[in-house]
Nanobody, 125 residues
Framework: QVQLEESGGGSVQAGGSLRLSCAVS????????MGWFRQTPGKEREGVAR???????AYADSVKDRFIISQDNDKNTLYLQMNNLKPEDTGMYYC???????????????????WGQGTQVTVSS
């Protein structure tokens, strides 16, 4: 069983940056693929970025060239560096793991089965 805990959220002005962290503990056998998702009230959770165990990455078009997903296996931590933040980036951000499949493109809900509790990001204009 894997446990995930996000941190690093906060409030920033448009154009600012934040780095989210996701601490991973427990049995890491299921870390074939890891991803970041976000959700705002009334909307479906959407995939933001994902990273394969071998290091390949993929991003949603809305965050491409602004967000960077990375992982530090020594620290058992997943990161999401978010630059040039926009008000539309506001939401609750979740990290998640996929045990058996890593999509070629941005992460999809159906492939991920373990989730953290989320960290709130608020971007003001």
């Amino acid at each position: 069983q894997v446990q995930l805990e996000e941190s690093g959220g906060g409030s920033v002005q448009a154009g600012g940056s934040l780095r989210l962290s996701c601490a991973v503990s427990g049995n890491r056998y299921s870390l074939y693929c890891m991803g970041w998702f976000r959700q705002t009230p009334g909307k479906e959770r959407e995939g933001v970025a994902r990273i394969h165990g071998f290091g390949t990455t993929a991003y949603a078009d809305s965050v491409k060239d602004r967000f960077i997903i990375s992982q530090d296996n020594d620290k058992n931590t997943l990161y999401l560096q978010m630059n040039n933040l926009k008000p539309e980036d506001t939401g609750m951000y979740y990290c998640a793991t996929a045990p058996a499949y890593c999509p070629a493109g941005p992460p999809k809900l159906v492939d991920f089965d373990t989730w953290g509790q989320g960290t709130q990001v608020t971007v003001s204009s």
